[in-house]
């Protein structure tokens, strides 16, 4: 599904991300682990095209972004960490923007927004602009206008953050189901309980670099730890690094 | 809290040209280039216009001529700061996000009197460009003293700084009625307080136009004119005080001149103590402008219509289309700037229509046929401040949601060709519906105003193209600030290529009609047409190889 190749990003003099090789197959859930500034959200922009990178190549379903963006941007959808939209748009119309730049029919997004509306229990609230909408609303409604128009690849960037518990829970669980019916999450973040729940492969990033890469259970072994949690592993890894 | 926004704003100052100092230098002087040549220009048609009330040995039309000239330029002066002032209050007194933190400190109090330092402050370029060289091209005529300018400027000072608070205070009033009568909603103080500049202008605009001139200027009564007439007529209004300052100076009456000055001294100060009694009700106003995040509305039983309701956009260029014009009309911001820039073209109808009623009473003052070529670069010029505001600063403004359009597989050329579509339709309306204001009044040939609109419609269609594309090629993600966005580098270059675009138009046309000279319209409009497809490219191309850090 998600094939990253030798991939480097330079701003400047500082070099982001360092060679990096990756692979995210089919219905996996995959969590980028790394501290701050350790370059998870440049690559996140690379695989979306919203950075070019300096170097290297990402292909989705075997096209390149940098040869046929339009193709693969059809098949991704982004739910930023800040999920900052115009002021003065409605969340249903935000809804349906979305749908409609991804080539969506008019009948088939009104008839798949109540149930999206439904999983957060937005209804009623859907039709009031974004500037009233409180952080973990916004980003409600960027989550479900990514589940909108059917990605093959969701790529998301801190899913969590400004969500209460009971609404976490769910976006978590609507992002493992999409994996389970086929569709494919690389995911960021610093809540390493949910990735440790959550993911089926697990990368961790230092500077730039991915220096481990693989299923929970196989980096324990890698530390010699059975039982050690992701946080212990994410310490271990980086402390060596 | 006065005294640290101070240090603040010097911190900040010096902080600017830290970095990138050569490009902040330039920008400083191109910015001070182009107050420059707009106040140079000012100036250049004061003193004219104070020199040929010279000309003739008449001791009224001497001493009328002249308080004329100040009366005008001062209430012009009045209303801009008044309505530039209304603005800024509007926008940024009660918005909470960014001054939260100190509404939640003992010091809350401060930034009603921090706030209104940035509004008299944000209406200085008025001052700059009307006043201080009305007062120049004054001193230079008439020779002032040292002293008596200085005394003239500070009677323009205090009216400013009056105008500026007489702004904010109704702002403050009717804040305080609707806090009364339990309304939060900030739409329906932006309507009232729209609903008086609006009625100030007509009135104002009323005022002039009707203003009789051979009964004021005394046509039948050449043998003995009484002067004192004519400053009755102008006494409704506040700028009557600076301006009777400087024709007194102008007379060599200097204790009737600091009498005015006296009495803006006397007028500033009762309305400093009207504020600071209405000080303790800010936070009051403030936190009930904050329910519902600065937009408390009640819920309606009926649901509103949505962006996509009636017909669905075809293609994702249509939906960026729609989407534009309404994220454009939602804003309360967006609106009280265009309706600003509108009443300024508003304002210059009166003075185009007022010039037209001068060319019946006397030979000297008659523009004639000029005035068709006058009328060209008045509307553009207009039009380029539109851009200015809302064209050029466009992608920019985008920086926190640029991720939504980047992410979509839509070519950013659609996303271009949308918003030149939706920016270029509504300044075409707007030149034209200008255009019609002059037209009209002014009784022009079919021929005439045909020509002069195609004209203004290619003109138009040019200029937001050139201000679109430079603004696409010089995106800026530090700021979403419309005004320090047009002041960058890139804005500024768009202003002066824009000016002397402007100007080349002008000539050109004045070749056509003063001498039916066609060749000079088709030049026009090769050079318009080669620009829109230059920067159309170079915009596109620019956008396409974009980074969204």
């Known amino acids: ?241 | 809290m006065l005294k640290e926004f101070f240090k603040y704003q010097k911190r900040k100052f010096l902080r600017y040209f830290q970095d990138n100092k050569v490009a902040r230098i330039s920008v400083t002087i191109l910015m001070l280039a182009l107050i420059a040549l707009i106040a140079g220009a000012v100036f250049y048609v004061a003193k004219l216009g104070l020199v040929f009330t010279q000309t003739e040995k008449d001791i009224f039309m001497n001493q009328v001529g002249p308080l004329y000239i100040y009366e005008i330029f001062l209430l012009i002066t009045g209303f801009l700061i008044f309505l530039s002032s209304t603005i800024f209050a509007l926008v940024n007194f009660f918005k909470g996000n960014k001054d939260s933190w100190i509404m939640a400190s003992p010091k809350y109090r401060g930034m009603l009197w921090v706030n209104s330092f940035k509004a008299i402050n944000s209406s200085t370029w008025v001052i700059l460009i009307i006043s201080i060289p009305l007062l120049i091209a004054t001193g230079q005529v008439f020779n002032f003293s040292l002293l008596a300018i200085f005394l003239s400027v500070l009677a323009v000072l205090f009216f400013a700084v009056i105008c500026s608070l007489l702004a904010i205070m109704s702002i403050f009033l009717f804040s305080i009625a609707l806090n009364f009568l339990k309304i939060k909603n900030f739409k329906v103080l932006a309507f009232l307080v729209s609903a008086v500049v609006i009625s100030i202008a007509i009135f104002l605009w009323q005022k002039i136009i009707n203003m009789n001139l051979e009964k004021v200027f005394q046509v039948d009564n050449i043998v003995n004119p009484s002067s004192s007439l004519f400053a009755k007529y102008f006494s409704i209004f506040p700028s009557h005080y600076p301006a009777m300052t400087i024709f007194n100076f102008q007379l060599g009456d200097n204790f009737s001149a600091i009498k005015y000055i006296s009495i803006l001294l006397l007028a500033l100060f009762v309305i400093v103590l009207i504020f600071k009694l209405l000080e303790s009700k800010f936070l009051c106003i403030w936190q009930n402008f904050q329910e519902g995040s600065f937009e408390a509305k009640k819920e309606k039983k009926k649901s509103k219509k949505h962006l996509f309701e009636g017909s669905f956009p075809k293609s994702a260029e249509a939906v960026i289309y729609k989407k534009e014009l309404l994220t454009s009309l939602r804003s309360s911001k967006n609106f009280l700037w265009f309706l600003f820039l509108a009443i300024l073209l508003f304002a210059q109808v009166g003075v185009i229509t007022l010039l037209d009623k001068y060319s019946n009473i006397g030979d000297g003052f008659v523009l004639g046929d000029n005035m068709t070529a006058l009328q060209l670069p008045i509307v553009l010029f207009f039009i380029t401040a539109f851009i200015v505001r809302f064209v050029f600063p466009s992608f920019s403004q985008e920086s926190n949601t640029s991720w939504i359009m980047g992410s979509a597989p839509i070519k950013m050329s659609k996303v271009f060709l949308s918003k030149y579509k939706l920016f270029a339709l509504v300044l075409v309306i707007l030149g034209v519906l200008s255009l019609l204001l002059y037209i009209i009044p002014l009784g022009m040939s079919l021929y005439l105003s045909i020509v002069l609109s195609l004209v203004v419609i290619i003109a138009v269609l040019t200029l937001t193209m050139f201000g679109l594309a430079l603004g696409a090629m010089y995106i800026n993600f530090e700021s979403n600030d419309p005004n320090e966005l047009s002041t960058s580098a890139p804005g500024i270059s768009f202003m002066i290529s824009a000016l002397v675009y402007i100007a080349l138009v002008t000539y050109l046309f004045y070749l056509n009609v003063s001498g039916s000279n066609y060749l000079s319209l088709f030049l026009f409009v090769i050079i318009s047409i080669f620009i829109i497809i230059i920067f159309k490219r170079l915009a596109i191309k620019s956008l396409e190889k974009m980074e969204y850090y």
Do not use: C
Not at chain 1, 184 to 206: D, E, N, R, W
């Open chain 1, 1 to 241: 599904m998600l094939e990253i190749k030798n991939l480097n990003k330079k701003f400047a003099n500082f070099l982001a991300v360092k060679d990096l090789n990756l692979k995210v197959n089919e219905g996996e859930l995959f969590s980028l682990i790394g501290p701050n500034g350790s370059g998870k959200t440049t690559i996140i922009k690379n695989i979306l095209g919203l950075l070019r990178p300096s170097s290297g190549d990402i292909l989705i379903n075997g096209e390149s972004i940098k040869d046929s963006p339009i193709k693969v941007k059809e098949q991704l959808a982004y739910i930023p960490d800040e999920p900052k939209i115009w002021n003065h748009i409605t969340g249903e119309e935000f809804l349906y923007f979305s749908g409609a730049l991804y080539g969506m029919k008019k009948e088939d997004i009104s008839k798949k927004i109540p149930e999206l509306l439904a999983h957060f229990n937005l209804k009623g609230i859907e039709k009031k602009y974004f500037e009233n909408y409180s952080r973990g609303n916004k980003q409600k409604f960027s989550i479900l206008a990514a589940l909108l128009h059917n990605p093959k690849l969701i790529l998301v960037d801190e899913p969590i953050v400004g969500l209460d518990p009971e609404s976490a829970e769910i976006a978590m669980n609507l992002l493992h189901k999409f994996t389970k019916s086929g569709g494919t999450v690389f995911m960021t973040t610093h809540t390493l309980p949910v990735a440790q729940k959550y993911s089926s492969k697990i990368g961790i990033l230092h500077q730039g670099e991915l220096i481990a890469t693989n299923t929970l259970d196989n980096l324990r072994k890698e530390i010699k730890s059975d039982s050690a949690s992701l946080s212990e592993i994410y310490f271990n890894f980086t402390k060596h690094a």
